[in-house]
């Protein structure tokens, strides 16, 4: 047997539901379960909320997950999000509610913003209306059709569209936008007279004395949060680069 052929063999017999060992090592296995306690303790522990809804439904999606598919991932912390994105169109199909995959992409979400390095961020200048807006590096935006966030179950069904970020102690927290809101840090990295224009139209928001003042203080709560860091100081085309 080939180097690949084993290794093909060895992966089969840790993922397959019903593997053959015929032809490997005995230890193979004890591998086996190691993998899979390993493997399946990370998606415990990444998608709590999830599993608790849906109780033994989620370890037996988990194991039809690794037999169909299999982690294609180097990284034991991204195998839940494989998981999600495997499962999704699945829990559709087969009438789960809807709110569960919601669900699901919120604790993906929140466990990426938590972990994120953080990088140096570029200089920052004071906020003018030609100049997109500098946020922090760790900054999400994500919107869902139910409140994941609130610790209701089922969740309400209602647009949402939450922004995850860090706060000072680097603990994750997540703020409700408001449409406006949300539309606005979306185009953050256009000229912010750009970007609040865009938004009242994306929204249906009349461009006025109050809607101005509500951005005012928008953009001073999210200083506060460090979620905005000022203006982006480079030039325009440096930014689109990236």
Not at 80 to 94: C, G, N, T, Y
Not at 197 to 215: F, H, P, Y
């Amino acid at each position: 047997m080939s180097d690949a052929e084993l290794q093909r063999a060895i992966a089969a017999a840790c993922f397959d539901e019903e593997p053959d060992f015929s032809g490997l090592p005995s230890r193979v296995a004890i591998y086996r379960r190691l993998v899979r306690n390993t493997l399946e303790g990370v998606a415990h522990k990444l998608l709590p909320r999830t599993r608790e809804q849906m109780g033994e439904d989620f370890d037996r999606d988990f194991a039809r997950f690794l037999a169909e598919r299999g982690p294609r991932t180097h990284y034991l912390r991204d195998v839940p999000q494989e998981l999600v994105a495997w499962a999704r169109e699945r829990w559709e199909r087969e009438g789960r509610p809807a709110w569960l995959v919601e669900l699901a992409r919120h604790e993906i979400a929140s466990f990426a913003v938590s972990v994120v390095p953080h990088v140096a961020e570029h200089k920052a200048a004071e906020v003018a209306l030609d100049r997109p807006l500098l946020l922090s590096s760790v900054v999400r935006v994500e919107r869902y059709a139910f409140a994941v966030h609130e610790s209701a179950t089922p969740p309400p069904a209602r647009d949402v569209a939450l922004l995850y970020y860090r706060d000072a102690e680097h603990a994750l927290r997540t703020l409700e936008l408001s449409p406006l809101a949300a539309a606005l840090v979306e185009r953050a990295r256009t000229p912010l007279k750009d970007a609040i224009a865009a938004a009242c139209e994306a929204t249906g928001s009349t461009l006025n004395d109050d809607v101005l003042a509500s951005i005012a203080r928008l953009l001073a709560d999210l200083g506060e949060r460090g979620v905005l860091l000022g203006a982006d100081s480079r030039e325009l085309g440096e930014q689109r680069v990236e």
